[in-house]
């Protein structure tokens, strides 16, 4: 039997199950079509990491171990029996664990869902067509074809807003630099904005007070918001503060809280008077699961299936 399973504390309400038996539905490993799913739930990390070692093939990890799951990795890496790659090592921090013939692999997907939101968000219908061409590679490709357009959708380098500089906001930081957009981070203590920027100078991270978010957002073409609450500021914008910049191209909101969306009816329709695209955190949940698939089992997601899940 193929085991996979969701690391985490508390983690009862996961949707991480649904998506994954929705993706797995009537594929086949090696060993036939037989899998499970687990909840690993406990408050001991270490715990839970040791049965992932001895039952499982891959895990997702959640709050509150992906740092501790990225520094578990980091020192099997020193001893040659982890891998890293470049994105997660610059958002330290890992939500998915797979163990490969090099050792176990840190992966984030909350970058790689991020990329593919994005990209789907400029180019509606890229992630079926995509999938249907390059099966479990299609997300190397995506963000290969994403970097490659960028010069074709704008006259000038576009600008991305990040809100936010919790893990989520880390995540949000790389992929938008990684795709090519200049960055600003904006945090409710700025000094957490600057710590990111100083870390990661090859970026060239600008960190803005939040005393500035109304004005940055009217700037910015891409705007991710990753904090938990909504600030003051939302009910106060108008359609206007939403429209694109210039030749630029339409601007994209995206926000990372599907429970308690911060951008709600009323905003979400001002975006929409501007021609503007919304992103809703359950989006970033589903691209999340759709790109981590691949790197846990091998297999091409059915996203059709995973979306009808999420609707449920």
Same mark, same amino acid.
């Given at each position: 039997?193929?085991?996979?399973?969701?690391?985490?504390?508390?983690?009862?309400?996961?949707?991480?199950?649904?998506? $994954?038996?929705? !993706?797995?539905?009537?594929?086949?490993?090696?060993?036939?079509?037989?899998?499970?799913?687990?909840?690993?739930?406990?408050?001991? $990390?270490?715990?839970? $990491?040791?049965?992932?070692?001895?039952?499982?093939?891959?895990?997702?990890?959640?709050?509150?171990?992906?740092?501790?799951?990225?520094?578990?990795?980091?020192?099997?890496?020193?001893?040659? /029996?982890?891998?890293?790659?470049?994105?997660?090592?610059?958002?330290?921090?890992?939500?998915?664990?797979?163990?490969?013939?090099?050792?176990?692999?840190?992966?984030?997907?909350?970058?790689?869902?991020?990329?593919?939101?994005?990209?789907?968000?400029?180019?509606?219908?890229?992630?079926?067509?995509?999938? /249907?061409?390059?099966?479990?590679?299609?997300?190397?490709?995506?963000?290969?074809?994403?970097?490659?357009?960028?010069?074709?959708?704008?006259?000038?380098?576009?600008?991305?807003?990040?809100?936010?500089?919790?893990?989520?906001?880390?995540?949000?930081?790389?992929?938008?630099?990684?795709?090519?957009?200049?960055?600003?981070?904006?945090?409710?203590?700025?000094?957490?904005?600057?710590?990111?920027?100083?870390?990661?100078?090859?970026?060239?991270?600008?960190?803005?007070?939040?005393?500035?978010? /109304?004005?940055?957002?009217?700037?910015?073409?891409?705007?991710?918001?990753?904090?938990?609450?909504?600030?003051?500021?939302?009910?106060? $914008?108008?359609?206007?503060?939403?429209?694109?910049?210039?030749?630029?191209?339409?601007?994209?909101?995206?926000?990372?809280?599907?429970?308690?969306?911060?951008?709600?009816?009323? !905003?979400?329709?001002?975006?929409?008077?501007?021609?503007?695209?919304?992103?809703?955190?359950?989006?970033?949940?589903?691209?999340?699961?759709?790109?981590?698939?691949?790197?846990?089992?091998?297999?091409?997601?059915?996203?059709?299936?995973?979306? !009808?899940?999420?609707?449920?």
């Amino acid at each position: 039997m193929a085991r996979y399973g969701l690391i985490g504390d508390p983690i009862a309400t996961s949707k991480s199950p649904l998506l $994954f038996e929705a !993706a797995y539905k009537g594929q086949e490993q090696p060993d036939g079509n037989a899998y499970s799913y687990d909840l690993i739930e406990g408050a001991d $990390f270490e715990a839970s $990491f040791r049965k992932f070692e001895e039952e499982y093939i891959a895990v997702n990890v959640t709050a509150p171990f992906k740092e501790q799951a990225y520094a578990k990795v980091e020192g099997l890496a020193e001893l040659g /029996k982890g891998v890293i790659s470049g994105p997660v090592a610059r958002i330290g921090a890992t939500n998915l664990l797979v163990k490969t013939s090099e050792g176990i692999a840190a992966h984030n997907s909350d970058f790689t869902g991020i990329v593919a939101a994005i990209a789907e968000a400029y180019y509606p219908g890229i992630i079926e067509e995509f999938i /249907k061409e390059y099966g479990e590679r299609f997300f190397i490709k995506l963000h290969q074809f994403f970097l490659m357009s960028l010069s074709r959708r704008f006259y000038q380098q576009p600008q991305a807003l990040i809100v936010g500089c919790g893990g989520a906001g880390r995540a949000a930081a790389v992929a938008a630099a990684e795709l090519g957009f200049g960055t600003v981070l904006m945090n409710r203590t700025i000094e957490k904005a600057q710590a990111i920027a100083e870390a990661m100078p090859e970026y060239e991270f600008f960190a803005d007070p939040i005393t500035d978010f /109304k004005e940055a957002v009217k700037e910015c073409d891409l705007v991710i918001y990753t904090l938990p609450v909504a600030l003051p500021e939302i009910e106060e $914008f108008s359609a206007d503060d939403f429209a694109k910049k210039g030749a630029c191209d339409n601007k994209v909101i995206m926000e990372a809280n599907y429970k308690n969306p911060s951008f709600d009816e009323i !905003a979400r329709a001002k975006i929409a008077a501007a021609d503007g695209i919304y992103i809703p955190g359950d989006r970033w949940l589903l691209y999340q699961a759709l790109t981590g698939y691949p790197f846990m089992t091998g297999l091409t997601p059915d996203l059709k299936a995973m979306e !009808a899940a999420l609707k449920g």
